[in-house]
T-cell receptor, first 107, second 119 residues
Framework: EIVMTQSPATLSVSPGERATLSCRAS??????LAWYQQKPGQAPRLLIY???TRATGIPAGVSGSGSGTEFTLTISSLQSEDFAVYYC?????????FGGGTKVEIK | QVQLQESGPGLVKPSETLSLTCTVS????????WNWIRQPPGKGLEWIAF?????????NPSLKSRVSISIDTSKNQFSLKMSSVTTADTAVYYC???FGSGRRWLDPWGQGTLVTVSS
């Protein structure tokens, strides 16, 4: 099983600032990586797939990068609606696995 | 657009079988792959299983001995059964879709249903 590790567990950021979240895979997943946003009481929402392709309706201020084992999600200027938990997921191999999440909170 | 809705009992007794159904609306269940994922309260996400329209399945090895997934294309529904549940199976259970091989990102998701295992 491919283990996904996200850091940090919690990120405190002021509105308008940039947030940079990291995700590491225990072995190469190539570009088979997705990012999701989850708000309290809601289902996860797809943000990024293929490591860097934005899903439909996701603004340009959200970007993904990386390949192999190291990935980054960047939110360029945090708005109130961006404070949430973010998960990465690999789909290179079975079983599909998720990182433990990064909570982005208001500083 | 496609929408998914989970349904089933919110309370299951230990050692019994958990049964959930996901209804797909706004599109056909054909030509895609359908998944169950769960999230214990306050914790992360765990993928459980998928099924294709043709009945091809894949299970998380950690749950494979207790889980069964099935599909009813005539009703645009797919289902999950999990046997011998314990309190550790208490979670929000989500259904979600992926497009196919090499495109296994999950979108969309259902709203989720909380299943509590308790006597």
């Amino acid at each position: 099983e491919i283990v996904m590790t996200q850091s940090p567990a919690t990120l405190s950021v002021s509105p308008g600032e940039r947030a940079t979240l990291s995700c590491r895979a225990s072995q190469s997943v190539s570009s088979n990586l997705a990012w999701y946003q989850q708000k309290p009481g809601q289902a996860p929402r797809l943000l990024i797939y293929g490591a860097s392709t934005r899903a439909t309706g996701i603004p340009a201020g959200v970007s993904g990068s990386g390949s192999g084992t190291e990935f980054t999600l960047t939110i360029s200027s945090l708005q109130s609606e961006d404070f949430a938990v973010y998960y990465c997921q690999q789909y290179k191999d079975w079983p599909l696995t998720f990182g433990g999440g990064t909570k982005v909170e208001i500083k | 657009q496609v929408q998914l809705q989970e349904s089933g009992p919110g309370l299951v007794k230990p050692s019994e079988t958990l049964s959930l159904t996901c209804t797909v609306s706004g599109g056909s269940i054909s030509s895609y792959y359908w998944n169950w994922i769960r999230q214990p309260p306050g914790k992360g996400l765990e993928w459980i299983a998928f099924i294709s329209e043709s009945g091809t399945t894949n299970y998380n090895p950690s749950l494979k001995s207790r889980v069964s997934i099935s599909i009813d294309t005539s009703k645009n529904q797919f289902s999950l059964k999990m046997s011998s549940v314990t309190t550790a199976d208490t979670a929000v259970y989500y259904c979600a879709r992926f497009f196919g091989s090499g495109r296994r990102w999950l979108d969309p998701w259902g709203q989720g249903t909380l299943v509590t295992v308790s006597s």
